[in-house]
């Protein structure tokens, strides 16, 4: 039996059985007013993040969803709006509700398209952080679809050229089917997202020389040079020359297809969680593989050209040749028997905020 | 007046009008049996590539195209078929005709079903090599859309954690309308496309440390290396550190929607422009801005979010700050002003070509 875990706990943590993390996160949203079945589809994405190894969109994000809520920067009962449609498109306002409350129901509006006309794209805009992006992708795979969901987010990444930041992260995900567990893309378009610093700086270490620049423009190793005035870079690293202008770019048609497209901002422009009118605009697409193939055909070669790839000749240094989303699915597989590990800070956070509601503890520090 | 040039030359060449470059092109092609208007569609599309400074997509590609023509891997009569419709989408068979007369009636018709519908998203099985991928996406740019290309390719780079060639270099194209130049994306998903490795063959020089590898896995400078049994490297690089599965998980998703989605192929079985069934699959979209948003507007948002961008802080070693199309845009004013620059290795090929074909020289050595 596999106990493969992606992002594996190297700190004090404790185990929480999926469906008690669930119930904690869905509880504390409805004590601060979210409507129970917005608060489930929240707790749902949250959890999957940690199911899946995605730390950085799981549940230690709870306190910034709470804080925006509290502060009113987050609507918890939007009048959420198609404002035009078409038999293969829409256009949502988000009213500025919760990011999972505002892509679900777009996501569901792009597939329930792409049901009946065989394409489905629905650009949102006025939305909060939506957490992970392959969350939205992955409901289109599960109908026998292809799904692409993109967001953009506050900036935090340097232009190729430029220093400020100035773009999202802005992650792009592609999921389609296949016999088994799906191909699950959903990467940002920086080269690390910056969760991935934050553990950094937790742990007082180095970061890898060409993730980051200071405030200078230069690459940097200390991470608290980033979070004061430095900023992240796109995919390909700085300048031209490994095709930093390429993850620039991937950035920016992020931006294009969200907010510019649906009438919202770019990336410079969106705020926190924490902030009224924090602006962020999203992007989905579902397409109904059945229009096009038979479904058991593309499922048959999907299948295909990953085992040729899973079994293509391996570098030497390297364990195995991974597939996107494997690493996820196996995680989830891990955590679904073991439960989700939970970092001892983080618990005592989860707590604070149970208390802080009325919800009680998610569980005592000794386990 | 600017006389920017992107890939400026830096051997001998001679400058040849666009004009003379075109018709020389579409009449070696209709003197090797190519009918009329499509040999002018691949003129126009090899002679945009250099206009733009995308040397490697342009005529020096001709020889690829003459010899597949000659030995039948190319069909020249192609019966383009629409296998399956609705009123946003279409798949397409393109009968192993030419990429570029395939591509501009499968672009067209997205065109045409956005133009109606709103979205347009056609697939493509059986075509050939397609030129630059911008050169669709645009098409769609000048008709107030927003643009998509894609197509797999023949295989040349490693997927993480392999050595063999398996993926195509895939790029993807996205084109935006401004009120001035057209915002457009157009990026192989491996760090450089092979033709940039053929400028430091020609030249043996070494190239980069971190592009490619050799046969054994390891990063090299040494371009014969990766000629004979190496390997690109996908955008991000060698390993995950810096991404390198985000650029192979952008590969592979062009894989999805060119050749898995229309029922064609995947990079690893696309053949060379010689080889009867070689196989390339594309992925063209058109999205109907106005449906979503006034024109006007989502060109003002697009203006603004560029000169923000323009403007921003600027990196001291790096002389401006750019935005994609841009360089290819002011290197096609300069070219149609002073000619387009043909190294004399290029204009030999050229002339041979035209010889072979009895359409005479393109221009004598001495210019």
Redo the contacts between chains.
Sequence with gaps: MTSYEKGSPDGDYVRVPKERLFSFVASVLESIGVPGEDAKIVADNLVMADLRGVESHGVQRLRRYVDGIRSGGVNVHPRIRVL?E????A?VDGDEGLGQVVGRLAMELAIEKAEK???G?V?VRNSNHYGIAGYYSLMAAERDM?GISMTNSRPLV???????R?LGTNPIS?A?PTHGRP?L?D?ATS??PIGKLEVYRRKGKPI?E??AING??DVTTDVREVFSGGALLP???L?E???G??????S??V???T?????GT?S?HVGNTEERNSEVDHFFMA?K?E???PVE??KS??EA?MS??KT?????????????GEKGFLTMETRLRLGIPIYVGVLRELNRIGMETGVGKLMEEGG
């Design positions: 035009r078409g038999p293969s498109y256009l006309s065989g394409i794209v650009t292809i340097a232009p190729t050229g430029g220093v400020e100035f592609v389609a191909f893309l990467m080269i690390v890898p060409g993730w200078e423009g995919l390909g690293g300048g020359l490994f095709g202008h390429k993850g620039y770019g991937l920016l048609m931006d294009v297809l907010g510019v497209l649906s009438g770019w410079r397409i593989i229009n096009f193939t055909e593309f070669r999907m050209m040729e790839l293509s000749k391996k570098h030497p240094r390297f364990e195995r040749i991974w597939v996107h």
